[in-house]
C-alpha cells in the first residue's frame, strides 16, 4: 500500500506548490495594485476585482486539491497504526 501512497503524496504535493505559486503571484499583483493607489494613480477598479477573483479561484482550487487527497491520506494513516 505504501508505494501506491508515495506517488500520490508527490503529485499533491506537486499540485499544492504550483496553487500556492498562483496565491504568491496574485499577492504581487495586489501589493503592485495597492502601491499604485498609494501613491496617488486611480487603477481601474475592474482590474481589483480581477485580481480578487483569481485569488478567490485560487484557494478554491488550493482547499479542492488538499480535499482530493486528504482522504488517501487519512486511510494510509490509519491503516499504518
Known amino acids: ?30 501589493h503592485d495594485f495597492m502601491d499604485r493607489q498609494m501613491h496617488g494613480e486611480n487603477p481601474d477598479p475592474n482590474e481589483f476585482m480581477q485580481i480578487m477573483e483569481q485569488r478567490s479561484n485560487a484557494k478554491s482550487a488550493m482547499q479542492a486539491q488538499f480535499r482530493l487527497y486528504e482522504k488517501p491520506m487519512k486511510t494510509v494513516l490509519n491503516e499504518t497504526k
Do not use: E, G, S
Request: glycine letters at 0%; aromatic letters at 10%; a negative charge.
Open 1 to 30: 500500500m505504501a508505494d501506491f501512497f508515495y506517488p500520490q503524496t508527490n503529485q499533491a504535493l506537486h499540485d499544492l506548490r504550483r496553487t500556492n505559486n498562483k496565491l504568491d503571484d496574485n499577492n504581487d499583483q495586489l
